[in-house]
């Protein structure tokens, strides 16, 4: 059986410190698309209109009717 001597259980090591800079660029692309709005087109007496809408105008719009006198 080997005797051991009373260092032989320590490891020395020469230790070094230096800078080390690791670094990695990533690029993520996605689309997005996000609702802003309603575009609706409506017939009304016999013409076509265009408006926008914040929420959704179901089946029927409201519109308002103002009325002016003809020219004579």
Avoid: F, N, W
């Avoid at 260092?7 to 800079?21: F, L």
């Avoid at 993520?28 to 575009?39: M, S």
């Amino acid at each position: 059986m080997r005797q051991y001597d009373r260092y032989d259980d320590y490891e020395y090591r020469s230790v070094r410190e230096r800078p080390v800079e690791r670094c990695a660029t990533r690029y993520v692309t996605e689309e997005r698309r996000d609702l802003d709005g309603y575009l609706v087109t409506y017939r009304y007496a016999g013409r076509e209109y265009t408006t926008r809408t914040h929420e959704h105008p179901g089946k029927r719009i409201r519109v308002r009717v103002e009325v002016t006198p003809a020219a004579a």
